[in-house]
């Protein structure tokens, strides 16, 4: 972090200096999106100044409506958090008392380590040989499990389970326990309606969807997320909130002010799989395989090479990309950005290649 | 809340008469500061709009050290969360593990409620005849008690308890289990240095002092809060947090752009105590005691008449005003708010008062 003094703090520059990368930086390690906020989304937040003393009461109401009415569904179905990190652990809190927590080896398991914290107990299922979440495993494997989680499409791996697949999984689970199915990345996928299990919940399922603003969206700092799920889930979720009010009124004005903009969307989509084909292009180039990705990132084999070592390797050329996952010391995450950035990535691919190889 | 189509939410000012109350009524009823956010706050929320998209991880470190600085203490000494409703319920959750939450009976008690829909048990202590926070009492009280919490100056009633005999509590209570401070209103005592209990973290008692920027500094809608205390404490109150980030990098900004602003501060202060004297005239002026307040609300005394029927006929005049405490059903709390609401206020107490004493 750059040291920054108390009377550089009263300008608005500085902030934005501490928040943005540095210049020349290529920042592409955390799934951001920044396409956005939308230009709405920027409005709403810049008169949100006018509000910001007054709590957040009728807007936050306004925001849960407007999310049960696009799904067809009432606010007893819809539980809001700062990001969906919020909901995320609070289900997993609240069913870690019934049961072990079932989840895959790879995966975003930030939240369920948030409740391993609390004390809940976590069962890791195994990838399948094609990094696949194993939700045929992981079927049989319910016994004394409290809930259920998978992400999809998948963080860090970027498949996508099959729908039709997954849906049979969800239905069958949820028979047996909670089924939470992490939707952060949802809308970047070629059809989001139909790989949703949103649906799901309207059928009455125990199943739980998290959604988030943090990627198509690109409102990562403005914390805003949801869960959709059945009124009997929701309360659970809570009642392990940590305060009444943890969203703010300018995320909760953006999100309002972007939810339904589509064209934004589209737009959005459009620069992520741009910025994928540069940098799969730049992969290919290089001699490298990945996992095809259905999100705004993809999981890079380094071959014999450390994932670790290369992600320093590429800090030191002013490119952040993330380190290793688990066990996977070969595979490296790389996010996409803004386009000049994946290029950046692009650029530096083969000098970091050669230098590790030495 | 008013019907809103789709189309207005995407015009920021519908979003603003949302959030604000409805022309012509007087929103006296949330302890808010309309007279934040200071200029300097405003001008970092409208200028968070650009770095909207990214994580807060720069600014959120940033802030942390900012508090720890200006308290002479280091990062591991503070925690931060969307209003302090965050840290406080996370430390009653981590302390009721050991233990009963021993409190008073009157004082804003959300997040002790937040705590016990989680397990945690609470054990109230009444005040004394005057109203205040039997310290003593809780003092002897401690046993079996995993945190003994108290509200400085308390809400609802605006005391402020004797620094000397509070920090002598504090220093004894903390022998035997964690003191929990919540200094919410601190910065408009009198006094805010002499008030506060921080210096005993400092000194390494168990004592644990929550603040936010919901207060003085006029940010309730922007959700920032802290809680101080010794590194262990803290550690515990990290163990229950739900996410990673739950603040937001408008309010963030807005925090760090106006921490410092004494002159703001002092500005808000003064519109406090002007509005306090303006209600404190009216209730004299209407018969009406009332205790002292050493905050932005007064707890007024109804004599015979209910306070939940005294809100609603306030309502019906246009004037929002909390309604009854637990037992307290002739005490009515009002809050602060901009001189021509508090004015409101006051031209309606005889009418009020008339109509319910017929």
């Not at 989840?103 to 004390?119: H, I, S, V, Y």
Request: aromatic letters at 6%; charged letters at 25%; hydrophobic letters at 40%.
């Amino acid at each position: 972090m750059q040291p920054i003094t108390s009377n550089a703090l009263e300008s608005a520059e500085s902030l934005a200096a501490l928040a943005e990368p540095a210049p020349g930086v290529a920042k592409l390690n955390a799934n951001e999106n920044p396409f956005g906020p939308s230009p709405a989304a920027k409005r709403a937040i810049e008169e949100s100044a006018t509000y910001g003393s007054r709590y957040i009461t009728n807007n936050f109401k306004r925001l849960a409506e407007m999310i049960a009415e696009r799904h067809g569904l009432t606010t007893d179905h819809v539980a809001l958090s700062a990001g969906s990190s919020g909901v995320l652990t609070q289900l997993t809190v609240a069913a870690s008392r019934n049961g072990h927590i079932l989840m895959p080896n790879l995966f975003w398991d930030t939240t369920c380590k948030a409740a391993e914290r609390q004390g809940a107990k976590l069962e890791r299922m195994p990838q399948t040989q094609d990094f696949a979440i194993d939700i045929d495993g992981m079927l049989e494997r319910i016994d004394g499990t409290g809930l259920v989680q998978v992400t999809n499409p998948n963080n860090p791996t970027g498949l996508l389970l099959d729908p039709a697949r997954l849906r049979q999984f969800c239905i069958a689970a949820a028979k047996k326990t909670i089924v939470l199915v992490d939707e952060a990345y949802n809308e970047i996928t070629e059809d989001p309606d139909g790989n949703s299990m949103v649906d799901l919940v309207r059928d009455g399922h125990s199943v739980a969807v998290s959604r988030t603003f943090s990627k198509i969206y690109g409102l990562a700092g403005m914390r805003i997320g949801y869960m959709i799920s059945t009124p009997e889930i929701i309360e659970k979720v809570e009642q392990y909130n940590i305060g009444n009010y943890v969203m703010n009124q300018a995320g909760i004005s953006a999100a309002l002010a972007c939810y339904e903009d589509e064209d934004f969307i589209k737009r959005s989509r459009q620069e992520i799989l741009e910025a994928r084909q540069i940098v799969e292009d730049g992969l290919k180039a290089n001699g490298l395989d990945y996992i095809p990705s259905h999100t705004n990132f993809i999981f890079v084999n380094l071959g014999t090479l450390n994932a670790e070592n290369f992600r320093v390797a590429m800090k030191e050329r002013g490119v952040i990309i993330h380190g290793i996952y688990r066990d996977y010391t070969h595979y490296s995450r790389v996010s996409m950005g803004r386009l000049a950035d994946v290029r950046k990535y692009v650029e530096n691919l083969p000098k970091v290649l050669d230098a590790l190889r030495q």
